[in-house]
C-alpha cells in the first residue's frame, strides 16, 4: 500500500527545480517540493517543516504533533517499514 508518511525537510538540493532532501525517520530522500513552497515566499523557507510524503512529492505541511501522530499509528498499523523499505531502495 502507498501511503503519505511524515518526514521533515532538512535541506533544499536544487531551488530551481523545487527539490529537497527530507528525513523519514532517518531515512533521507529527495523530494519535489512544488505543492508546498508558497508564491510569496523562497523555497528555502521550507527546510524545517514537516510534509506528508508520497511518490516523491511532498504533498502537504502538517505540524510535528500531527506527523508523530501519524508515525505511531502507521507504526502500529505496520506501514511504516514497508515504506521506508520502499524509499529506502528508491533513493
Known amino acids: 500500500m502507498c501511503l503519505g ?13 523545487k527539490l ?7 531515512v533521507q530522500r529527495e523530494v519535489n517540493v512544488a ?4 508564491d510569496a515566499r523562497p523555497v528555502e ?3 524545517g517543516h514537516w510534509v506528508l ?3 516523491g512529492f511532498a504533498m502537504s505541511r502538517i505540524d510535528e ?10 507504526n ?4 511504516v517499514q514497508q515504506e521506508l523499505a520502499a524509499m529506502a531502495g528508491t533513493a
Open 65 to 74: 504533533d500531527e506527523a508523530a501522530a501519524t508515525l505511531r499509528v502507521l
Open 53 to 55: 510524503v508520497h511518490v
Open 20 to 26: 529537497a532532501m527530507v528525513d523519514v525517520s532517518g
Open 45 to 47: 523557507d521550507c527546510v
Open 5 to 17: 508518511i511524515p518526514g521533515r525537510i532538512i535541506r533544499i538540493t536544487d531551488a530551481a527545480r
Open 76 to 79: 502500529e498499523l505496520g506501514e
Open 35 to 38: 505543492c508546498v513552497v508558497e
